[in-house]
Nanobody
Framework: VQLVESGGGLVQTGGSLRLSCTTS????????IGWFRQAPGKDREGVSC????????FVPTSLKDRFTISSDYTKNTVYLQMNNLKPEDTAIYYC???????????????????WGQGIQVTVSS
């Protein structure tokens, strides 16, 4: 089982990034995928979660106008589009898979079966 994040890096305030989570080794349709982040000294938080099977997503209200999650079944990949980035978005971003198809629960509690290695996103002021 692999979840591989890509697309991170350094961006200026107000810029955009699209993260990709490419998965392999499990049936993509049987799992929901979430994006989480952890900044130094802070708790991990769920930033966007999706159940492609159910067609449902969850994004915290505080991020809803800037973050969008989507998936591509043909590529077994989930994307996180992040716009108008701010320095406080700086963190390591992880994708994770869960067999539970409740995106809000996944994002809030973070219980997952598989995790990626994470990728750094840095937003400069």
């Amino acid at each position: 089982v692999q979840l591989v994040e890509s697309g991170g890096g350094l961006v200026q305030t107000g810029g955009s990034l699209r993260l990709s989570c490419t998965t392999s080794g499990f049936n993509f349709g049987n799992y929901a995928i979430g994006w989480f982040r952890q900044a130094p000294g802070k708790d991990r938080e769920g930033v966007s979660c999706i159940s492609s099977r159910e067609g449902t997503t969850f994004v915290p209200t505080s991020l809803k106008d800037r973050f969008t999650i989507s998936s591509d079944y043909t590529k077994n990949t989930v994307y996180l589009q992040m716009n108008n980035l701010k320095p406080e978005d700086t963190a390591i971003y992880y994708c994770a898979a869960t067999g539970s198809h409740y995106p809000k629960v996944h994002c809030v509690h973070g219980v997952s079966d598989y995790w990626g290695q994470g990728i750094q996103v840095t937003v400069s002021s």
